[in-house]
């Protein structure tokens, strides 16, 4: 069956499509609003963006809507079929360099190859894959990350028995020292100023064309980490690197995006031990996986089902890049595309379960895409995958977790929304 013909939306139904994007825009794509964050998850903005979708979708038997967005044609497909379509054919006709993404990202990575022109992602996406072993489980530094993160695991479990509880902020700090590490080497965990300057880079990001770019702290920025990276020893992502590229420049025009990136893994991480506190017998499964083992099942999955539940990535954007026939539509080129990553991952089509947490579970038959899909795939998947994983099961080998807040996260269905900065877990020897 080819793409279903496009429903251009009427001024009603256009209203309702552009509040579920407008929830996703408050909420910060770039950089999580701090305050606004928590407001989503209390006011269930997800869960009424869902319905708001699944409403259309039945209404519209699932094809794809049009919507005008100022002077933008956006496309946003709601059949399986559709996403995956779209997602198959990109870099070309359907490029991940949306303008809205070309705007954000300008601001900290104008270079990074996600925005790069189609002449120029080929050589960039190749060293990044070769940089960050895209497609091998197990990273080729990864003995050094799991010491780091084995080591930060078990402060962060000192630190939770000497208190009541703990909460996301208490180990933010932390957090980000892993990453620094992971992704530049020793020499920049204590630079906390790097990632510092990167989250108000990051904070303007989010207002993407309307605020014009800080060129000078930009550059500085990008100085500051073009220094990390070249002192990045080899058993670093940068490092190795500079080793795939062997061109430093290179390097540092990309790894901005790599810290970007792990602060989803952050996110995620959190919002994972906060389940596992909740379920203490999925907890102990978790606890007796073999502490040396270079892949973890079963925390590699407990992962990936919270990205499922909680995608860190609210939409995939696309962008057209020359006429493309849709059905029996053309679509302009720059059109935009809008896959919204809750709507997919709550999709009945996973099956009667697709609320609850089954880490493992075969979801082929529904579209998850926490790292999207197709060519054009988050070549970082498997790092990331391993070093949360890895660090998440370092956590609980080193205490027993209980939920302080969320204690109904043992239990089906999960909500729609989790905001991490709430979760706070007790730890107990």
């Not at 940089?131 to 080591?151: C, E, I, M």
């Not at 990167?198 to 989010?206: E, F, I, K, V, Y």
């Not at 993407?208 to 980490?225: D, E, K, M, N």
Request: aromatic share 6%; with cysteine.
């Amino acid at each position: 069956m080819g793409p279903r013909d496009v429903v251009p939306l009427g001024a009603a139904d256009t209203a309702r499509a552009l509040g579920v994007l407008a929830g996703l825009v408050a909420q910060g794509a770039i950089r999580r609003r701090p305050r606004v964050t928590p407001l989503a998850d209390r006011m269930h903005w997800d869960d009424r963006g869902v319905e708001t979708l699944r409403t259309l979708a039945d209404r519209y038997d699932r094809r794809p809507v049009l919507l005008r967005l100022g002077v933008r044609d956006m496309l946003v497909p709601l059949h399986v079929d559709d996403a995956r379509a779209v997602l198959a054919a990109s870099p070309e006709p359907f490029s991940p360099a949306s303008a809205e993404k070309r705007g954000a990202l300008h601001h900290f990575q104008p270079d990074g190859v996600l925005i790069s022109p189609t002449r120029r992602r080929p050589p960039r996406r190749a060293w990044n894959e070769a940089a960050l072993d895209t497609g091998r489980p197990v990273h080729a530094a990864a003995p050094r990350f799991d010491a780091t993160v084995t080591a930060d695991a078990a402060w962060i479990a000192q630190r939770a028995l000497r208190h009541d509880d703990i909460g996301f902020d208490d180990v933010d700090d932390l957090l980000w020292a892993t990453v620094r590490e992971i992704a530049l080497g020793p020499g920049a965990r204590h630079d906390a100023r790097l990632t510092d300057e990167l989250l108000a880079l990051r904070g303007r990001a989010n207002w993407s064309g309307v605020v014009p770019v800080a060129t000078r702290r930009r550059a500085a920025f990008l100085q500051r980490l073009h220094e990390h990276v070249v002192a990045a020893p080899p058993n670093s992502l940068a490092g190795h690197g500079r080793a795939a590229a062997g061109d430093s420049s290179a390097v540092t025009s990309q790894v901005a995006h790599w810290l970007f990136a792990f602060d989803a893994a952050r996110i995620t991480l959190w919002r994972a031990l906060a389940v596992l506190a909740a379920r203490p017998a999925l907890q102990d499964d978790a606890r007796r996986e073999q502490p040396d083992a270079d892949v973890l099942p079963l925390a590699r999955a407990v992962v990936d089902e919270t990205l499922r539940v909680w995608p860190t990535t609210l939409v995939l954007l696309r962008e057209t890049t020359a006429p493309t026939a849709w059905g029996g539509t053309t679509l302009d080129p720059g059109t935009g595309v809008v896959l919204v990553s809750s709507y997919w991952h709550r999709d009945p089509a996973l099956g009667p379960d697709a609320d609850a947490f089954r880490p493992g579970a075969d979801r082929s038959a529904g579209l998850v895409v926490p790292f999207s899909a197709g060519p054009v795939v988050c070549p970082a998947r498997d790092v990331v995958l391993h070093v949360t994983s890895h660090l998440l099961a370092a956590l609980v080998r080193a205490v027993r977790w209980e939920p302080v807040t969320h204690p109904g996260l043992g239990h089906d269905p999960l909500p729609g929304s989790l905001a991490h900065t709430t979760v706070r877990v007790a730890a107990r020897p």
